[in-house]
C-alpha cells in the first residue's frame, strides 16, 4: 500500500457497497445504482484507480487484506454500521482513509462512524463533481491525525524508556552506592561497550535483577 499521503490521483481506491440480496428490482435497488454510478464517475473523471467494488459480505475483510487499497469509499445511502464493522476488522493493523458516503444524518450513525475510524461522513453529498473535494478533505484529515497518533506513540515510548533507565540507574545506585550521575554514567559506558542503545541495556540489567531475585 502506498502512502496516503502521495498525490491523490495515484490513490488505489475500494469501494464498498450494501449486501445486495437476490431480489426483484425495486426503488431502492435503483437508488444505489445511482449512487455507484455517480461515484464511480466522480472517481474515474478524477483520475483516480478503482481498484474494486465490494459487497459488505463476509468475504470483505479478506479481499482487503488482499488488495491493499490506500482509501476505502463506502457508499451506503442506509445506515452502515454492519459495513463499518467489517471494515475496521480489515483495517486494524494498517489504517487508511475511509470516507462514508451515505443518507443517514442520525447523530449517533455519524458517532458510531467517526470512533470505527470514518475520515469523512458526507450526508446528502455523492453527486460526481463532489467526490475529489470529499476525498481531498478526508486524506488531509487522515494525515493530520495520523501524525498526532504517531507523535503521541513516540511520547508514550519515551516515557516507557526513560522508566527503564530511571530503575536501572536505582538498581546501580543500590548495589554499588553510586550518585544518580554516577549510575547513569555507567549505565551509558555499558551501553556504548556492548553498542546497544540506553534503554536496551537498562532492560537487560533489570531483567537479570529479576531473574536473580
Known amino acids: 500500500m502506498k502512502s496516503p499521503g502521495s498525490a491523490s490521483s495515484s490513490l488505489r481506491i475500494v469501494v464498498v457497497n450494501p449486501a445486495t440480496p437476490v431480489a426483484e428490482e425495486n426503488e431502492a435497488a435503483a437508488e444505489q445504482a445511482r449512487r455507484s454510478a455517480a461515484l464511480r464517475i466522480g472517481l474515474l473523471e478524477c483520475g483516480y484507480d478503482l481498484v474494486a467494488s465490494l459487497p459488505a459480505d463476509v468475504f470483505l475483510a479478506e479481499r482487503i487484506s488482499q488488495l491493499q487499497p490506500d482509501m476505502i ?19 486494524s493493523s494498517a489504517r ?10 442520525a447523530p449517533a450513525s455519524m458517532d458510531a462512524a ?8 458526507i450526508v446528502a453529498g455523492l453527486q460526481a463533481e463532489r467526490v475529489k473535494p470529499v476525498l481531498d478533505v478526508a486524506l488531509a484529515r487522515f494525515r493530520r491525525e495520523q501524525k498526532l497518533l504517531d507523535e503521541l506513540a513516540g511520547t508514550r515510548q519515551k516515557l516507557v524508556e526513560r522508566k527503564l ?3 536501572a540507574k536505582g538498581l546501580l545506585m543500590a548495589r554499588y552506592r553510586l550518585s544518580e550521575d ?13 553498542n546497544m542503545k540506553l534503554d536496551e541495556i537498562a532492560q537487560r540489567l533489570i531483567d537479570v535483577e529479576d531473574l536473580l531475585g
Request: proline fraction near 2%; charge should be negative; avoid cysteine.
Open 114 to 121: 467517526l470512533d470505527a475510524g470514518v475520515s469523512a461522513y
Open 182 to 194: 554516577q549510575a547513569y554514567q555507567r549505565l551509558r559506558s555499558m551501553a556504548m561497550n556492548k
Open 73 to 91: 469509499i463506502v457508499d451506503s445511502a442506509s445506515s452502515a454500521r454492519d459495513i463499518l464493522e467489517h471494515i475496521v476488522i480489515a483495517t
Open 165 to 167: 533507565v530511571d530503575r
Open 96 to 105: 487508511r482513509p475511509i470516507v462514508l458516503f451515505t443518507e443517514d444524518d
